[in-house]
């Protein structure tokens, strides 16, 4: 365990369904983060939340809906995804935002969309 | 953010000494080192971080020479646990900056037995 937990691990879900992963942290973190990682890609910086606000959102498709309740939670939204969505989505926390120190991951959520 | 550069893969025997060297030419005066791990199906893990000279933990051991124009990651006796993926980062770590950690590709290691 890693301080960050990601539920469910793995996620198989229809192209018009909706569904939300969950993350999770216990390590007292101000920022939450979302990657996403397709299979041989490097990892793409998705959303980042510092206390709770929303401080960057790198062009991802609106498909994806981020929610971040308290500093502890972060939520990922999805709806009518696409096969190319398939892919290990990692949640992450760190200190605070913009330290490259101390980020800590979750083991991700697997997720096929078919 | 600093460019950097870093071979594609390594391959390695266990036992042997792995070191692993990222190129950072336009590093910034502010500027630290860091250094993540990733296994398969898993999020990064951080390794190491440094600012100049040498620095040591108990996974690894990370040289950057005077210009910190580039620095290596040393990982002693490599076993086969050790395969993964190794990512140079570079850019500022004080409470002040405003950078999210953005991963390159990495370094893939492979340890033979």
């Known amino acids: 365990e890693t301080g960050v937990t990601q539920t469910p691990r793995h996620l198989v879900m229809g192209m018009t369904n909706k569904k939300s992963l969950k993350c999770e942290q216990h390590l007292g973190h101000n920022a939450m983060y979302w990657y996403k990682q397709s299979a041989k890609k490097p990892l793409e910086l998705m959303f980042v939340?510092?206390?709770?606000?929303?401080?960057e959102n790198n062009s991802v498709p609106s498909r994806f809906s981020p929610e971040c309740p308290n500093s502890s939670h972060l939520f990922l939204h999805l709806h009518t995804l696409q096969p190319e969505d398939s892919a290990l989505y990692l949640c992450a926390s760190s200190p605070n935002f913009g330290l490259f120190y101390g980020y800590t991951f979750g083991s991700g959520t697997r997720l096929t969309v078919v | 953010l600093a460019k950097t550069t870093q071979p594609i893969s390594m391959d390695s025997y266990e036992g042997q000494e792995v070191n692993i060297t990222c190129s950072h030419n336009?590093?910034?005066?502010?500027?630290?080192i860091t250094w993540y791990q990733q296994f398969p199906s898993q999020g990064p893990r951080f390794i190491i971080q440094?600012?100049?000279t040498k620095v040591t933990n108990e996974v690894a051991s990370l040289f950057i020479p005077a210009d910190r124009k580039s620095s290596t990651l040393s990982l002693p006796r490599v076993s086969l646990s050790d395969t993964a993926v190794y990512y140079c980062?570079?850019?500022?770590?004080?409470?002040?900056?405003?950078?999210?950690?953005?991963f390159g590709k990495g370094t893939r290691l492979s340890v033979i037995a």
């Open positions: 440094g600012y100049k």
């Open positions: 939340y510092s206390l709770e606000e929303r401080v």
């Open positions: 980062l570079v850019g500022v770590s004080l409470d002040s900056g405003n950078t999210p950690l953005v």
């Open positions: 336009n590093i910034a005066t502010n500027d630290y």
